[in-house]
């Protein structure tokens, strides 16, 4: 009995493993494009660096500070009315995409900061010691000193969406964790409960050994 719900429910799971991956490769392609360069700008501009700007990194860092404060599930019904803007819509995995990108920028910036402040502070200083300009320092030091980190860094936001992405669920987001809420929890079907949960597990373990390979194939110290 439980096989055969499981198996007419199989268009289902794969329609929602497909809108996880939908939502999480936009969210994360958003992050990466935004909060790079902020993690960039919120390093380079701090206090002694080569770009020092006491205003515009605290202003920055107030407002990536503020964000993610916010815990998701509040930021995620916040946002509905940017979704309803951006996607013409307040449901589905389209509309979700939009606060979980949101919160994805500030977090990956945060860890592109921190990535960035593990390396050598000789080697920056020998960068500026031989007249290289920011954006040199920037594209042939940093970024390729902090290549594994930032590598770290975006398994660990994609990991971390995939938890967001079940929240989503419940503003009709869709997604595997939209699934679970409306069979497995509205529905009392520990069936697919437990299924969606094994799906999540491996779905993070996967990430998490794909991310770990590439950090240290990319790692040349």
Known sequence: ??????????????KAFF???????????????????TGVLLFVTDKG???????????????????????FIILLIALLPLANIIAGTTIGPTAASVSLSVAAIPFFARIVEQSFREIDKGVIEAA???????WMIIKDVLIPEAKPGIVQGVTITIISLVAYSAMAGIVGGGGVGDLAIRFG????????????????????????FGGDRIARIVDKR
Not at 185 to 208: A, E, F, G, K, S
């Open 1 to 14: 009995m439980l096989l055969d719900n499981l198996i007419a429910l199989l268009p289902e799971l794969n």
């Open 19 to 37: 809108e996880t991956i939908y939502m999480v490769g936009i969210s994360i392609l958003v992050a990466i494009i935004v909060g790079l360069p």
């Open 49 to 71: 660096l080569f770009l020092e700007n006491q205003i515009f990194k605290n202003i920055a860092g107030f407002i990536v500070n503020m964000i993610r404060s916010v815990p």
């Open 128 to 134: 500026v010691a031989t007249g290289a300009t920011p």
């Open 185 to 208: 929890y509205y529905r009392y079907d520990n069936t697919i409960m437990i299924t969606t949960v094994i799906i999540l597990i491996c779905l993070v373990q996967l990430i998490q």
